[in-house]
């Protein structure tokens, strides 16, 4: 199994930075790509950035292409989701998730271990 474990959620002034970590811990050898995901409230789970864990690819969702930027350190074992110029459309909980192979990375079904999901709430 894998472990995965968020911190960095709380609350940001609009056009504010935050940054997101997700601890992987277990059988991390497993994971081949990683991804966040966003639920806000009354609406569905969405996609936002994935990562290839070798470092050979990343995503976005059109929505925050510019604004977010996904990262991962692999000694660390720890993927990172940097949030700038933030709007109001950002609150939500935020979760991350590991997918273990080349499946479809904007799927929550491709993905097979969810964080607990840290909420970060976006003021005016």
């Known amino acids: 199994q894998v472990q995965l474990v968020e911190s960095g959620g709380g609350l940001v002034q609009a056009g504010g930075s935050l940054r997101l970590s997700c601890a992987a811990s277990g059988r991390t050898f497993s994971i081949y790509g990683m991804g966040w995901f966003r639920q806000a409230p009354g609406k569905e789970r969405e996609f936002v950035a994935g990562?290839?864990?070798?470092?050979?690819?990343?995503y976005y969702t059109d929505s925050v292409k510019g604004r977010f930027t996904i990262s991962r350190d692999n000694a660390k074992n720890t993927m990172y989701l940097q949030k700038n110029s933030t709007n109001l459309e950002g609150t939500a909980v935020y979760y991350c998730?590991?997918?273990?192979?080349?499946?479809?990375?904007?799927?929550?079904?491709?993905?097979?271990?969810w964080g607990q999901g840290p909420q970060v709430t976006v003021s005016s």
């Open positions: 998730a590991s997918r273990p192979g080349y499946t479809n990375y904007a799927r929550l079904a491709s993905y097979t271990y």
């Open positions: 990562i290839i864990w070798s470092g050979t690819g990343t």
